[in-house]
T-cell receptor
Framework: SQTIHQWPATLVQPVGSPLSLECTVEGTSNPNLYWYRQAAGRGLQLLFYSVGIGQISSEVPQNLSASRPQDRQFILSSKKLLLSDSGFYLC????????????FGEGSWLTVV | KNEVEQSPQNLTAQEGEFITINCSYSVGISALHWLQQHPGGGIVSLFMLSSGKKKHGRLIATINIQEKHSSLHITASHPRDSAVYICAVSLRSARQLTFGSGTQLTVLP
């Protein structure tokens, strides 16, 4: 069966420090991968999506970047965190576009202090 | 105007009550998703619909493509159903989901 793992679950980082969130998917091949952010009290916002290794599309200009070094690995990074980067980050995958079921990771709570 | 509107924003019910959450959208879609977000933040996909009706346990989801409207029903509600329920649509024109603002459901014992 397919599973998705995301880590770390919680982290507190100082302003200006780097960030790396990792997401891996098991049990499927060539998934579409997504990074979402949910700011406090707000809805989900798509940050990045990837349809294949090395193929990243950015939906909003920001302080973050994403990479897909392997088929089932998706990494969200920042070189220097801002206070406004605080939020709940979710990785997700689907096969093909969103005409198929989407599966979410457990999420990562990021607090920038 | 949001492309996806959910109502109500907040809903409190007594255990055992029948619950309905509504979702309306304004554009052509390829599919509609109902998601459940627990207090810890994790999100689970409940249903994906492109037409008709689906049922899973006490949950029922319906969609009316002509009216651009979907409903999520919970029968015999239970406190463990307390969560945020999110409607999301996949637009025909875009490779991403557009989310509603969510409905915070609290079921009291």
């Amino acid at each position: 069966s397919q599973t998705i793992h995301q880590w770390p679950a919680t982290l507190v980082q100082p302003v200006g420090s780097p960030l790396s969130l990792e997401c891996t998917v098991e049990g499927t091949s060539n998934p579409n991968l997504y990074w979402y952010r949910q700011a406090a009290g707000r809805g989900l916002q798509l940050l990045f999506y990837s349809v294949g290794i090395g193929q990243i599309s950015s939906e909003v200009p920001q302080n973050l970047s994403a990479s897909r070094p392997q088929d089932r690995q998706f990494i969200l990074s920042s070189k220097k965190l801002l206070l406004s980067d605080s939020g709940f980050y979710l990785c997700a995958w689907s096969l093909g576009d969103f005409g198929n079921t989407i599966y979410f990771g457990e999420g990562s709570w990021l607090t920038v202090v | 105007k949001n492309e996806v509107e959910q109502s109500p924003q907040n809903l409190t019910a007594q255990e055992g009550e029948f619950i309905t959450i509504n979702c309306s959208y304004s554009v052509g879609i390829s599919a509609l998703h109902w998601l459940q977000q627990h207090p810890g933040g994790g999100i689970v996909s409940l249903f994906m619909l492109s037409s008709g009706k689906k049922k899973h346990g006490r949950l029922i989801a319906t969609i009316n493509i002509q009216e651009k409207h979907s409903s999520l029903h919970i029968t015999a509600s239970h406190p463990r159903d307390s969560a945020v329920y999110i409607c999301a649509v996949s637009l025909r024109s875009a490779r991403q989901l557009t989310f509603g603002s969510g409905t915070q459901l609290t079921v009291l014992p």
